[in-house]
């Protein structure tokens, strides 16, 4: 039976599969290890992004789920045995629930969405991948910069601008040959090998073929988003269309997923068997551009009826709202979205303008303004800056000043 659903109650779903009916221990409490274990669980991965302008990415979605946490808890999640989570393409570069290991190794195997670097230096030269190896194997944990002797590195042009080393590195980073022990100081990847790094239990356990795998990734893409169609779905790993739909349709004749209809989307959904339809959402959180809430633009419009795209690589004078736009939830709606920069050496939370949509409440500036003052604590800075611009701006300037009165 087909489940009918309004995207009132898609919305609802979405956000407590996202785990926002929780509560956050965060804001005026203590935010412990089982806390973050259990958002690890339930979302999977934490995108990384290296632009530092407010917090790097993978920091957030704790943040929003949570409030205000010691970010050593991830560092040790992450860098310190037993690890909780590694590093690897999932949606993108990830640090990636250590329990899924085995789901990827289609991937690793496969090496599906390899891009040519990668894919041209171990054709070219498998030698020299295999001395980059050696190195690992004999003296890592490792940065590319630690072996990198004369090797040639392309001065031309800009980005991916890697040296041979580096190209070898990501290749065996890819095939699951090393993996990341963690990040440095200057956000390099550590290398090391991945019986260094992934816990005994992981590496022991069988592997799993391409099916199998896909049906552990889409059934872990549908418990986390709750509802969503295909798309959603297969997005959230970043897996191919047939795999997934075969994933998808296994998924179904076994009763875990439930087809389903959200009114006014074009395409069927999925309703997980688990899915938590709530009454009432009471949610407050600022989101990272890159937070699985959101990540997925379309899926956030048609849920949301928010337009969201990041501005970060448009010139400056084409920018509608800003550099590093967060949306702000509130209740089940995201109802403003904000401009914002953390100033370090100022100790300041800068507010480059704030926005608020057409259905945003009341008392949107309110709850905004006692938000940005815990992710103002939360990254160590002392005050919060009023914005600029925004037709948010004046009434969020007189919330910020009223706690100071």
């Not at 190209?167 to 990847?189: D, I």
């Not at 019986?195 to 022991?204: C, D, G, K, L, S």
């Not at 688990?274 to 551009?289: C, M, Y």
Request: charged share 25%.
């Amino acid at each position: 039976m087909t489940q009918q659903l309004t995207v009132l109650q898609a919305r609802r779903i979405a956000l407590a599969a996202q785990g926002f009916t929780r509560p956050r221990p965060g804001v005026d409490g203590e935010v412990t290890s089982r806390h973050v274990a259990r958002v690890v669980e339930r979302l999977g991965f934490f995108q990384i992004d290296s632009v530092n302008v407010l917090q790097r990415a993978h920091y957030m979605p704790l943040f929003s789920r949570l409030g205000a946490y010691d970010v050593e808890i991830l560092h040790r999640a992450s860098g310190r045995a037993p690890r909780r989570l590694f590093e690897y393409w999932a949606h993108e570069a990830a640090l990636v629930d250590v329990n899924l290991w085995q789901a990827f190794g289609f991937r690793m195997e496969s090496g599906a969405r390899m891009w040519g670097g990668m894919a041209r230096i171990a054709e070219e030269q498998p030698a020299f991948v295999e001395w980059v190896l050696d190195e690992v194997r004999a003296n890592g944990p490792l940065t590319a910069r630690e072996i990198e002797h004369d090797v040639p590195r392309e001065k031309d042009g800009w980005g991916w601008n890697w040296s041979e080393v580096k190209l070898a590195l990501e290749y065996l980073f890819y095939k699951g040959r090393v993996t990341a022990a963690r990040r440095n100081s200057a956000f390099e990847r550590v290398y090391d090998l991945p019986e260094r790094v992934i816990p005994p239990a992981q590496m022991a356990a069988p592997p799993l073929d391409s099916a199998e795998a896909h049906r552990v990734l889409v059934s872990h893409a549908a418990a986390a988003l709750g509802v969503g169609t295909a798309q959603c779905l297969r997005d959230y790993f970043r897996m191919d269309p047939a795999s997934t739909k075969a994933a998808i349709e296994d998924l179904v004749e076994t009763g875990e997923l439930l087809p389903a209809t959200i009114a006014g989307w074009r395409r069927p959904a999925y309703l997980h068997r688990d899915a938590v339809q709530p009454r009432k959402v009471s949610a407050r959180a600022l989101l990272s551009p890159f937070d699985p809430l959101v990540f997925e633009r379309t899926r956030a419009e048609q849920l949301f009826g928010f337009r969201y795209r990041i501005e970060i690589y448009v010139p400056a004078k084409k920018r509608v709202h800003g550099y590093y736009v967060l949306p702000f939830l509130l209740g089940d709606r995201l109802v403003a979205r904000v401009d914002l920069k953390a100033d370090r050496q100022a100790g300041v939370l800068l507010v480059h303008g704030a926005w608020a949509e057409s259905h945003a409440p009341s008392h949107t500036a309110a709850e905004l303004a006692d938000e940005l003052r815990l992710l103002a604590r939360w990254l160590g800075l002392d005050t919060v800056s009023p914005p600029v611009k925004g037709d948010l701006a004046g009434e969020l300037t007189a919330a910020l000043a009223s706690d100071l009165d």
